[in-house]
């Protein structure tokens, strides 16, 4: 069982920035992947982003926030999310996640708000 703690959420007004960050209790031999999806208030949950165990710690990013936000990794079990520019659409809970491609397995943190408004 892996046990994700997120931070860093709060109320921003648009255009600002803001960096959430996860880190988890321990780490998977092999390979996996951690992430951040986000979900609104009567939306289903999405991808934000998402970055690979690997070496070279490959990423994939949601349209909507390609070349605003930024995932890195931080330090073995953690990641971060630099988010720029930020909108009202951004708004939502912002869930960290950590998954074993090889298991399909799935491991979800409690989620911390993000509101963007003037």
């Known amino acids: 069982q892996v046990q994700l703690v997120e931070s860093g959420g709060g109320l921003v007004q648009p255009g600002e920035s803001l960096t959430l960050s996860c880190e988890a209790d321990?780490?998977?031999?092999?390979?996996?992947?951690m992430g951040w999806y986000r979900q609104a208030p009567g939306k289903q949950r999405e991808l934000v982003a998402t970055?690979?165990?690997?070496?070279?710690?490959?990423t994939n990013y949601a349209d909507s926030v390609n070349g605003r936000f930024t995932i890195s990794r931080h330090r073995a079990n953690g990641i971060t999310l630099q988010m720029n520019s930020l909108t009202p659409g951004d708004t939502a809970v912002y869930y960290c996640?950590?998954?074993?491609?090889?298991?399909?397995?799935?491991?979800w943190g409690q989620g911390t708000q993000v509101t963007v408004s003037s």
């Open positions: 996640n950590l998954r074993i491609p090889l298991s399909n397995t799935n491991f």
């Open positions: 970055i690979t165990s690997t070496n070279s710690g490959e």
């Open positions: 321990t780490i998977p031999n092999g390979l996996f992947a």
